[in-house]
């Protein structure tokens, strides 16, 4: 008996042929009216961003664009950071918004893949679609860079385990469904072999979250309250004990698709700011051609640490040559805002002046925040070029 000729999906065309998505994709941006929504926007307060751009989610979601890239157990169709990436940049390119919940999903989604696949599949389907997303929960007063100095602690009772403690600066904390929390489940004494990552719903009894607000007025960031917390075993992103293990996993992603994805953003908003621009000042052709080749250079080397994760490969202390590029860009992009649109920038009372304002004010962090700059020119000193320590006279 004959059998007949395999039948040729298009989701499997898209997976295997990454050109064939980025036309496919191309095409469905460009002739979508309902994206319009998404072009070209500022949001008067967080709550109103994040709620506006769920919406963009579940829109990218329906038409099944966003779900390439993420496995089909998780809910999406296959394929790998590639298309991820892709997308990103066809969205951009074509001014559309790429949706702020993507940043922390590129950061924390392909932990929970990895280290806990049953909550991916629970969960992960949901946060596609935009009907929740997570947030990352590290930071502490005492502990920020230092994370093997956490104190919040997770004790283990029987089938749960009971959370008390702080966290702080936790992004997107007050509107998020879920936190990925790096706990302390040993001793003090233990370092970062004491860590255990765990994920906690935010109505769980005991979890208070607070807004901070920047000096935007924004309530991007958060500080969390943990008051003896009970949450199920079932809820371990990892084993025991293995926090530190899924923290550098996560990293290798914070610092490779994050930057990918705020590079594709920094391309729109140049266009953006360059068609403002009745008439440039003077030097200021130099300084639109300093920020397009900051942001060429970022998206160059990210593009090589995305190749190397879509192939598997671990990303170490290298990708911490992406995380200073992509602030060098970010720093430089919003100065050049501030620069070449000053009254507007200082005075202006519409949307765009505010939407500048709030990114310039934001991306004074961007040295600092997931590690500073300093430090990240440690590790590459250290780890990367192998010079030798400094010592004194």
């Keep these: ?234 809820r371990l992103v990892g084993a025991e004990g293995q926090g530190w293990q899924v923290a550098m996993f996560l990293l290798q992603f914070e610092r490779a698709m994050y930057a990918w994805l705020s590079a594709t953003v920094a391309s729109r908003k140049l266009r953006e700011l360059r068609e403002l621009l009745a008439e440039l000042p003077d030097g200021g052709v130099r300084r639109l051609g300093e920020c397009y080749t900051d942001i060429v250079t970022l998206k160059a080397r990210s593009a090589q640490t995305v190749r190397r994760l879509a192939a598997g490969e671990a990303v170490g202390p290298e990708a911490s040559v992406d995380k200073i590029l992509l602030a060098t860009a970010e720093i430089g992009l919003h100065d050049l805002a501030r620069d070449l649109l000053p009254t507007e920038f200082l005075f202006g009372d519409g949307p765009v002046a505010a939407h500048w304002r709030d990114d310039w004010w934001y991306s004074r962090a961007s040295t600092i925040m997931g590690g500073s700059a300093e430090v990240q020119r440690g590790i590459i000193a250290d780890r990367v070029l192998c010079l030798p320590k400094e010592t004194s006279a």
């Design 1 to 234: 008996m004959m059998t007949g000729t395999p039948v040729v999906t298009e989701q499997q065309i898209f997976t295997d042929d990454l050109w064939a998505y980025r036309q496919a994709v191309r095409s469905y941006i460009s002739s979508e009216p309902a994206l319009q929504r998404w072009c070209g926007t500022h949001y008067p307060s967080t709550e109103a961003h994040m709620a506006e751009h769920a919406a963009l989610m579940a829109q990218l979601f329906a038409s099944g664009w966003s779900r390439y890239g993420w496995p089909q157990a998780a809910g999406g169709f296959g394929g790998d950071e590639r298309h991820r990436a892709v997308l990103y940049d066809e969205l951009s390119a074509a001014g559309v918004d790429v949706p702020e919940q993507q940043m922390l999903l590129e950061t924390l989604g392909p932990a929970v893949l990895h280290y806990a696949p049953a909550l991916a599949a629970e969960f992960l389907p949901a946060y596609l679609a935009g009907e929740e997303w997570w947030s990352q929960s590290f930071s502490e007063p005492d502990a920020g860079s230092d994370l093997a100095g956490l104190r919040c602690r997770a004790r283990r009772d029987r089938d749960t385990y009971v959370v008390s403690g702080q966290k702080i600066w936790t992004s997107h904390g007050a509107t998020a469904r879920r936190l990925i929390c790096l706990l302390r489940t040993g001793t003090l004494e233990s370092r970062h072999r004491g860590l255990t990552m765990i994920m906690i719903d935010t109505d769980t009894p005991g979890v208070q979250i607070g807004p901070i607000a920047l000096a935007s007025g924004q309530n991007e960031l958060s500080e969390v309250f943990f008051d003896d917390v009970v949450v199920p075993a079932s």
